[in-house]
């Protein structure tokens, strides 16, 4: 089965320090990748993409993620975090499905809380 | 957010009636989407829609039911026979799902059943 996984449930930084948002991924064939972010009671947005190429992607807001196909993961960062930054955090997969259409696997989410 | 709507933001309703959420999009999108969210679980997919008048069933469509008579419009009922209907409800639209595109979430309706 195709799935996503978010082993943090939250993850604890101090602003200025970077963060790492962790996710891997179990699908077949080649992996499209996402992280949104969601900030309470708000729909999520989307904050970056993996589909080929450069392994490390940049996104909105100075977030960037690193594509690392040999761990099947899709790690989330940030060189200094804001408490802004405060939030849920999705990682989701896009595999194709039967009737050849993408849709979104998402994990479970972590929560990030950046202190001042 | 930009560009969906969903409205009302918080819905109220006693178990056994019929609710249905709406979903409204100016992105000129072919492909919209509906979530449900739950504390710790992400996000499931209910329905999804290719192209106008066309739908299918997500991961967790027991319960609930779609149409999509305009390309803007993609509204959500959730049916009595939906065992555990409150939760917090997404709709989402993408240029099209024959690509991995990105997807656009609206605000979210917060539907809570007594």
């Known amino acids: 089965a195709q799935s996503v996984a978010q082993p943090e449930d939250q993850v604890n930084v101090a602003e200025g320090n970077p963060l790492t948002v962790k996710c891997t991924y179990s699908?077949?064939?080649?992996?499209?990748l996402f992280w949104y972010v969601q900030y309470p009671n708000r729909g999520l947005q989307f904050l970056l993409k993996?589909?080929?190429?450069?392994?490390l992607v940049k996104g909105s807001y100075g977030f960037e993620a690193e594509f690392n196909k040999s761990q099947t993961s899709f790690h989330l960062k940030k060189p200094s975090a804001l408490v802004s930054d405060s939030a849920l955090y999705f990682c989701?997969?896009?595999?194709?499905?039967?009737?050849?259409?993408?849709?979104?696997?998402f994990g479970s989410g972590t929560r990030l809380l950046v202190r001042p | 957010d930009g560009g969906i709507t969903q409205s009302p933001k918080y819905l109220f309703r006693k178990e056994g009636q019929n609710v249905t959420l709406s979903c409204e999009q100016n992105?000129?999108?072919?492909?919209m989407y509906w979530y449900r969210q739950d504390p710790g679980q992400g996000l499931r997919l209910i329905y999804y829609?290719?192209?106008?008048?066309?739908?299918q069933k997500g991961d967790i469509a027991e319960g609930y039911s779609v149409s999509r008579e305009k390309k803007e419009s993609f509204p959500l009922t959730v049916t009595s026979a939906q065992k555990n209907p409150t939760a917090f409800y997404l709709c989402?639209?993408?240029?099209?799902?024959?690509?991995?595109?990105?997807?656009?979430f609206g605000p979210g309706t917060r539907l809570t059943v007594t």
């Open positions: 699908v077949s064939g080649n992996p499209y």
């Open positions: 992105l000129n999108h072919d492909a």
């Open positions: 989402a639209s993408s240029i099209g799902s024959s690509s991995p595109y990105e997807q656009y």
């Open positions: 993996y589909i080929t190429g450069d392994n």
């Open positions: 989701a997969v896009s595999p194709p499905g039967m009737d050849s259409s993408y849709k979104l696997i």
């Open positions: 829609s290719q192209i106008v008048n066309d739908f």
